[in-house]
């Protein structure tokens, strides 16, 4: 990272980012510098500082050149925004999988189709955690019925792990995501029962049986030895905690935002076939992004008005991105009907998410359950109360009381 100067040690504190881990709007200082100085230097929650990208273009230019690098923040000395990185694996995982010959089994299983995630059988899994918040006395939690059991049992049967150990590795996935609030020891410790887990779950295999792509994986690797046992079950690990995370988050946000939209539930209902627009829509305007996208500058360049220098941290607001009035009209309305809808929730070009199928489909027909199951649903108070879990990485509600 770029020395401070004499000047820059007498000037005003940066403000310090992230801004908010509330879900229910954009916070308002986004919105502010996107218009004001959407290339801005701020202080980041590991004590460093960092450029924060609240543009649309400027994004699309920063996940497009190659003089901003992923990778390289893994490495030892590199700029962090919170808390430090436990290895390479972790943070370019996508990149050890393709090296060791693992990475076309990983997109097989997230691609367009999803052998393991046929459209009944998520249909069903959906339908039994809104039976299961139905027996009980009102209000219901959908958060926890919905949109945490939802990605719980996608992403178990996904990967081949047992449902019964959802709660344990929720908890532990909860964890590893949560800023501040624990210290780089305690993570590490949380990270490694994960890791354990995962290792262990990996040896108890029968080859050539595989319950999942854990198991897949493993069996794969065994004939190739292009990762360490440590390195895949960090790889794994973050399959699941990842998928899991951002497929809870954004179900809990998209559902809290649905639900003040009475008119568009009625209407998605009446025609369910224009569910995948009312997806793309609600992927453009969750806030889900505690943190933010990051990038290592890895030679001198100038991004916007700024001069970005060789080691500098850069970090996209994805969140502030998708309501960029030079990309999307009237972005504060929600209009399930938007096309184009470019928004940037899974990156841009060569930096897309490879769970981003996962992610539409599967939304897509959990919405349609919940509204045909629960037609009446609707929160059991105010929007301004529901409660938001603090410092989350992945931002989600800790509750959404509903009736229905």
């Keep these: 990272m770029t020395a ?60 497009r050149d190659r003089a901003f690098a992923r990778s390289v923040l893994a490495e030892a000395e590199s700029p962090a925004q919170d808390a430090p990185i436990l290895a390479p694996e972790l943070l370019d995982a996508m990149n050890h999988l393709q090296k060791a010959g ?3 089994e990983v997109l097989k299983a997230l691609g367009r189709n999803q052998p393991e995630l046929p459209a009944d059988w998520v249909a069903e899994a959906t339908r039994e955690g809104l039976d299961a918040m139905a027996r009980e006395s009102a209000p219901g939690d959908l958060q926890h019925h919905f949109a945490e059991w939802v990605a719980a049992k996608c992403m178990c049967r996904l990967l081949g792990l047992p449902f019964a150990d959802r709660a344990w590795l929720a908890h532990r996935a909860d964890v590893d995501l949560t800023m501040v609030t624990y210290s780089p020891e ?56 990842s998928g899991y995370e951002d497929f809870a988050s954004f179900l809990g946000v998209a559902a809290f935002n649905l ?96 769970g981003a199928h996962l992610v539409r489909r ?5 919405f349609r359950v919940l509204l045909d199951r629960l037609p009446d649903i609707r929160l059991a108070v105010p929007a301004e109360e529901v409660p938001w879990h603090p410092n989350r990485m992945a931002i989600m509600p800790a509750r959404i009381p509903v009736i229905w």
């Design 102 to 104: 693992l990475r076309d």
């Design 362 to 366: 599967q939304s897509d027909t959990a």
């Design 186 to 241: 305690e993570l590490a410790r949380n990270w490694e029962e994960i890791r354990l887990y995962m290792q262990e779950y990996m040896a108890a295999r029968r080859p050539g049986e595989p319950r999942g792509l854990v198991d897949r994986l493993a069996d794969l690797n065994a004939d190739s030895g292009g990762l360490t046992v440590r390195q895949l079950s960090n790889i794994v690990s973050v399959l699941f905690v």
């Design 259 to 354: 639900l003040q939209k009475p008119e568009v539930m009625s209407a998605v209902r009446a025609r369910p076939e224009t569910m995948p627009q009312c997806v793309e829509e609600l992927l453009r305007c969750s806030v889900v992004l505690g943190n933010a996208i990051p990038r290592y500058v890895t030679r001198d360049a100038q991004l916007g008005d700024a001069s970005v220098k060789e080691g500098d941290l850069v970090l996209l607001s994805l969140d502030a991105v998708n309501f960029d009035p030079a990309a999307f009209p009237d972005p504060e309305a929600f209009d399930p009907s938007r096309s184009p809808n470019p928004h940037l929730r899974f990156g841009y070009g060569r930096h897309h998410c490879p």
């Design 4 to 63: 401070p100067t004499e000047d820059a040690a007498r000037r005003e504190p940066l403000p310090r980012y992230p801004f908010s881990t509330d879900g229910d709007r954009l916070a308002p200082e986004l919105a502010e510098l996107r218009g004001r100085c959407p290339v801005a230097r701020v202080s980041t929650n590991s004590g460093g500082e960092a450029w924060l990208v609240t543009g649309y273009e400027l994004t699309q230019h920063v996940l």
